[in-house]
């Protein structure tokens, strides 16, 4: 079955710097790859999701890129603000297959 | 649009109790997933239903946990005969429709502690 990887564990980056997170993931036919930010006490929410057809996603500091030769998937976030502290997960589904297989997340802190 | 909501947000239970957790999807939501997560951790799937149908029980425990979605009401998640390994976070989200290229939005989740 699929198994999705995420690095790191923890990234602590100054307020204003770029914060890049990795995963891979082991399933060729997957095609829907989605980041989901998570604070503390909150359930998680959809940030940007990548489909297979396209190599790079942007919206607004956040990005997505996508090599489905090497099977990793990124996360890019410019310009960090301290609202961007918290556990990002990154997942991975077939699109006729409903469930999402989750890295095991990044806490991201923002250092002022 | 209200979003996804859980109930209760915690709940503690000794060893040996039932524990309910319920899940009213997003209006016009039809497809529900459970998932459980621990401290640190990912979330794991448990088990996707539609109305009065599980699609699919395959990450959840054969003995002790049971999911329905009836027809009029919440979704209910129900584990009996709790132990302390049950003690986890259990979010459950909903979509307008299945497939997994669709986003599932997710509710604040019930927090289980047992005792």
């Known amino acids: 079955g699929e198994n999705v990887e995420q690095h790191p564990s923890t990234l602590s980056v100054q307020e204003g710097d770029s914060a890049v997170i990795k995963c891979t993931y082991s399933?060729?036919?997957?095609?829907?790859f989605p980041w989901y930010k998570q604070e503390l006490g909150k359930g998680p929410q959809l940030i940007i999701d990548i489909r297979s057809n396209v190599g790079e996603k942007k919206d607004q500091r956040i990005a997505v890129t996508l090599n489905k030769t090497a099977k990793h998937f990124s996360l890019h976030i410019t310009e960090t603000q301290p609202e961007d502290s918290a556990v990002y997960f990154c997942?991975?589904?077939?699109?006729?297959?409903?469930?999402?297989?989750w890295g095991a997340g990044t806490k991201l802190i923002i250092k002022p | 649009n209200a979003g996804v909501m859980q109930n209760p947000r915690h709940l503690v239970r000794r060893r040996g109790q039932e524990a309910r957790l319920r899940c009213s999807p997003m209006?016009?939501?039809?497809?529900v997933y459970w998932y459980r997560q621990l401290p640190e951790e990912g979330l794991k799937f448990m088990v996707y239903?539609?109305?009065?149908?599980?699609?699919?029980e395959s990450g959840m425990p054969k003995e002790r946990f049971s999911a329905e979605f009836p027809k009029e009401g919440p979704s209910i998640l129900r584990i009996q005969q709790v132990v302390r390994g049950d003690s986890a976070a259990y979010f459950c989200a909903s979509s307008p429709t299945s497939g997994g290229d669709n986003e599932q939005f997710f509710g604040p989740g019930t927090r289980l502690t047992v005792l």
């Open positions: 239903l539609q109305k009065e149908n599980i699609i699919d």
């Open positions: 209006k016009g939501h039809s497809h």
């Open positions: 399933d060729s036919a997957s095609n829907y």
């Open positions: 997942a991975a589904s077939k699109g006729s297959n409903y469930q999402l297989i």
